[in-house]
């Protein structure tokens, strides 16, 4: 996969897991606990790190993502809860899902869906040649190349089908971000300084987030926006020294940017970007200062903010983080309790609904959605 993938692909992560250092818990129990329902793909393995690991979730509570087969093998999926199969509180919503791979794929992992249903990743053919490609909510899939033909990885589609991701070639040095129109016109940029661009989301307005390498190897934020500007920026606390620095991770329709930073030790911590520069950092609750104490991973309309920590036992927990700061700790009801499992949480969207994983005390691994109402109710609409 493509290099430093593991800044934001959950799939690394989960095997990064194994060692993360820890920290304590301080959870905060809501007066309802949210319905959680297990997502498991037909097909998915069942032996360790096997299983279904959920990356979107759409308005529509639609999830994709990737499945490790029997084989180890990775694979697209997507998901939506059968509302006719539905109980009258929605607690009893079985979901039904679809699996995919373009063609000639070894491999396929689907990142991002958007409102209609359009799904945007990448897959590797069968001589490990990373392409990307777009599934129509039909079931179509159109694959694509960047300009140099070679190694083109989709990471984000937005409303309006429109694809941001990178590529690169073995024979060009650095890593260039690029931008795929609805009609296939593709566009390539970097932000002024990199050497490696990984644009790593896109919202409605065309507006694109991610990060960057430079020369000393040290991580920059930016933002592109769709005229093609491009706005660097720097977490307070963000060290200088190699593979340092701020990692943008996700943008909401109104432009706010959640991410991470590692500071002048390593150590890892989050952060809010407001469309106006200012930034505000954050740490999980029960997360050791500065070990990973928080991977934000997505961030709604309203800023909620969901994302990842461990606690004191190498235990994994996933958070949601409100726009006024109050966190609340997700576990998932079968998650394991040793080191190494626990639930991690991937995406929200518009309407609350969580998705992500969980481990379980066999190591198998396991996706869910969160329901968002208060009144215990499964309400995709």
Same mark, same amino acid.
């Given at each position: 996969?493509?290099?430093?993938?593991?800044?934001?692909?959950?799939?690394?992560?989960?095997?990064?897991?194994?060692?993360?250092? %820890?920290?304590?818990?301080?959870?905060?129990?809501?007066?309802?606990?949210?319905?959680?329902?297990?997502?498991?793909?037909?097909?998915?393995?069942?032996?360790?790190?096997?299983?279904? !690991?959920?990356?979107?979730?759409?308005?529509?509570?639609?999830?994709?993502?990737?499945?490790?087969?029997?084989?180890?093998?990775?694979?697209?999926?997507?998901?939506?809860?059968?509302?006719?199969?539905?109980?009258?509180?929605?607690?009893?919503?079985?979901?039904?899902?679809?699996?995919?791979?373009?063609?000639?794929?070894?491999?396929? !992992?689907?990142?991002?869906?958007?409102?209609?249903?359009?799904?945007?990743?990448?897959?590797?053919?069968?001589?490990?040649?990373?392409?990307?490609?777009?599934?129509?909510?039909?079931?179509?899939?159109?694959?694509?190349?960047?300009? !140099?033909?070679?190694?083109?990885?989709?990471?984000?589609?937005? $409303?309006?089908?429109?694809?941001?991701?990178?590529?690169?070639?073995?024979?060009?040095?650095?890593?260039?971000?690029?931008?795929?129109?609805?009609?296939?016109?593709?566009?390539?940029?970097?932000?002024?300084?990199? =050497?490696?661009?990984?644009?790593?989301? *896109?919202?409605?307005?065309?507006?694109? %987030?991610?990060?960057?390498?430079?020369?000393?190897?040290?991580?920059?934020?930016?933002?592109?926006?769709?005229?093609?500007?491009?706005?660097?920026?720097?977490?307070?606390?963000?060290?200088?020294?190699?593979?340092?620095?701020?990692? $943008?991770? $996700?943008?909401?329709?109104?432009?706010? *940017?959640?991410?991470?930073?590692?500071?002048?030790?390593?150590?890892?911590?989050?952060? =809010?970007?407001?469309?106006?520069?200012?930034?505000?950092?954050?740490?999980?609750?029960?997360? =050791?200062?500065?070990?990973?104490?928080?991977?934000?991973?997505?961030?709604?309309?309203?800023?909620?903010?969901?994302?990842?920590?461990?606690?004191?036992?190498?235990?994994?927990?996933?958070?949601?983080?409100?726009?006024?700061?109050?966190?609340?700790?997700?576990?998932?009801?079968? $998650?394991? %309790?040793?080191?190494?499992?626990?639930?991690? %949480?991937?995406?929200?969207?518009?309407?609350?609904?969580?998705?992500?994983?969980? !481990?379980?005390?066999?190591?198998?691994?396991?996706?869910? =959605?969160?329901?968002?109402?208060?009144?215990?109710?499964?309400?995709?609409?």
């Amino acid at each position: 996969m493509r290099l430093l993938a593991w800044k934001w692909t959950p799939a690394i992560f989960l095997i990064a897991a194994l060692a993360i250092p %820890a920290g304590s818990v301080a959870q905060e129990k809501p007066d309802h606990q949210p319905t959680i329902i297990t997502i498991d793909v037909p097909g998915a393995g069942t032996g360790a790190i096997q299983g279904t !690991i959920p990356y979107a979730i759409n308005p529509r509570g639609e999830v994709t993502g990737a499945y490790y087969d029997a084989n180890n093998i990775l694979h697209g999926f997507v998901w939506k809860c059968d509302r006719g199969r539905s109980g009258q509180d929605g607690k009893e919503c079985k979901g039904s899902s679809t699996t995919f791979d373009p063609p000639d794929s070894l491999l396929t !992992i689907a990142y991002s869906i958007n409102p209609e249903g359009e799904i945007a990743g990448e897959y590797y053919d069968g001589n490990y040649r990373a392409h990307g490609f777009l599934r129509a909510s039909d079931g179509t899939i159109t694959t694509f190349l960047g300009p !140099i033909l070679t190694n083109t990885y989709g990471t984000s589609i937005n $409303a309006e089908g429109e694809i941001t991701g990178d590529y690169s070639d073995n024979q060009v040095a650095g890593i260039m971000g690029f931008l795929r129109a609805r009609d296939g016109t593709i566009t390539t940029f970097n932000p002024p300084g990199s =050497v490696y661009t990984f644009p790593n989301s *896109i919202n409605a307005r065309g507006e694109i %987030a991610g990060d960057y390498l430079d020369v000393k190897s040290e991580f920059h934020g930016f933002l592109r926006t769709r005229n093609g500007n491009f706005a660097t920026f720097e977490a307070p606390g963000a060290g200088t020294g190699a593979y340092q620095g701020t990692l $943008a991770g $996700a943008i909401n329709s109104e432009g706010v *940017i959640v991410g991470n930073y590692h500071d002048a030790i390593g150590l890892s911590h989050g952060f =809010v970007r407001n469309p106006d520069g200012a930034i505000t950092t954050f740490d999980a609750p029960g997360a =050791v200062n500065g070990t990973s104490p928080g991977l934000p991973q997505s961030i709604n309309p309203e800023g909620t903010i969901v994302g990842t920590f461990s606690d004191a036992n190498n235990i994994v927990h996933g958070f949601l983080r409100s726009r006024d700061g109050h966190f609340t700790t997700i576990d998932a009801p079968g $998650a394991g %309790a040793s080191a190494n499992q626990g639930t991690a %949480a991937i995406s929200i969207n518009p309407e609350g609904l969580i998705t992500g994983y969980y !481990i379980d005390a066999s190591n198998v691994v396991h996706g869910f =959605v969160r329901e968002a109402n208060r009144d215990g109710r499964f309400r995709p609409q």
